[in-house]
């Protein structure tokens, strides 16, 4: 198993984005959401949208289609 980034996105979305691909079976994990919270600047520095290597086509897939269509 190696991850791939599939992203990044400021804090909040990369949550959504984990999100919308956990809720289609497709293990996500964010990093460095904690990156520089102390000074105040979590929202200036990109959080990674890392997935299984394996998973990558049918999550870049998936994220391609608008969210009303991850059926």
Do not use: K, N, W
């Not at 980034?5 to 994990?29: C, N, Q, T």
């Amino acid at each position: 198993m190696a991850l791939v980034e599939i992203g990044r996105f400021d804090m909040f979305e990369a949550h959504i984005v984990a999100g919308r691909l956990e809720a289609s079976g497709i293990p996500a994990v964010c990093f460095d959401t904690g990156a520089s919270i102390a000074d105040g600047s979590a929202l200036l520095i990109p959080v990674r949208v890392m997935v299984d290597d394996e998973d990558e086509d049918a999550a870049r897939e998936l994220l391609s289609r608008p969210d009303d269509q991850t059926a």
